[in-house]
């Protein structure tokens, strides 16, 4: 079993910055690629990035690519999320998750991810 857990979050100005860390620990050499998802109140949970862990090639959604950023540290088991120019409609609580890659995936649906993080709250104002 692999565990995960965020942390970074917080309340920020539009147009700021937040740096999002999510680290994996148990059985980590069995980690495919990490992802991060996340979901508004009363909103489905949205595909935001992902990496792969072998190779670090990177995947964003295109409602955050060209102002987040997704990075990894294989040796310390963490993935990033640089978010840049954040705007409100980024609010949202945003989860970490690994794929074992078990399958073919393609790393952007919830389908895609084995274990899951807490979560952790974003909150951008005007």
């Known amino acids: 079993q692999v565990y995960v857990g965020e942390s970074g979050g917080g309340t920020v100005q539009a147009g700021g910055s937040l740096r999002l860390s999510c680290v994996a620990s148990g059985r980590t050499r069995s980690i495919y690629a990490m992802g991060w998802f996340r979901q508004a109140p009363g909103g489905a949970r949205e595909f935001v990035a992902a990496?792969?862990?072998?190779?670090?090639?990177?995947l964003h959604n295109d409602s955050v690519r060209g102002r987040f950023t997704i990075s990894r540290d294989n040796a310390k088991n963490t993935v990033y999320l640089q978010m840049n120019s954040l705007k409100p409609e980024d609010t949202a609580v945003y989860f970490c998750a690994t794929s074992l890659g078990l399958r073919l995936v393609e790393l952007t649906t919830e389908r895609d991810y084995d274990y899951w993080g807490q979560g952790t709250q974003v909150t951008v104002s005007v």
């Open positions: 990496i792969k862990w072998g190779d670090g090639n990177p």
